[in-house]
């Protein structure tokens, strides 16, 4: 089994600034990418912005020049430092991690949630 825990959410004035972070523990034998999705009331869930082990980034149009992914192999955490925040960016932020287990079997896991919200 396998847990990510995600933190940082939180309530922010527009322009504002936040700091997403999920650290993943457990069954764990490599994992290949962790990335951050969002869902607004309402639609469907959007990537936001992914990276791989080897550190290639991919982020959302939404959010590019505003939102930086980074990670840490060595302690199973990935950082979303999101700048310039709009209204539009309210939304419940997942966690995703595509996982190797110890076992060999490539699992996709994700975290309970964290919400942001953006005040106009």
């Known amino acids: 089994q396998v847990q990510l825990v995600e933190s940082g959410g939180g309530l922010v004035q527009a322009g504002g600034s936040l700091r997403l972070s999920c650290v993943a523990s457990?069954?764990?034998?490599?994992?290949?990418?962790m990335g951050w999705y969002r869902q607004a009331p309402g639609k469907q869930r959007e990537l936001v912005a992914v990276?791989?082990?080897?550190?290639?980034?991919n982020h959302a149009d939404s959010v590019k020049g505003r939102f930086t992914i980074s990670r840490d192999n060595a302690k199973n955490t990935v950082t979303l430092q999101m700048n310039s925040l709009k209204p539009e960016d309210t939304a419940v932020y997942y966690c995703?991690?595509?996982?190797?287990?110890?076992?060999?079997?490539?699992?996709?896991?994700w975290g309970q949630g964290t919400q942001v919200t953006v005040s106009s």
């Open positions: 995703n991690a595509r996982v190797i287990t110890y076992q060999g079997i490539n699992l996709t896991y």
């Open positions: 457990g069954n764990i034998f490599s994992i290949n990418s």
């Open positions: 990276i791989t082990s080897g550190g290639s980034t």
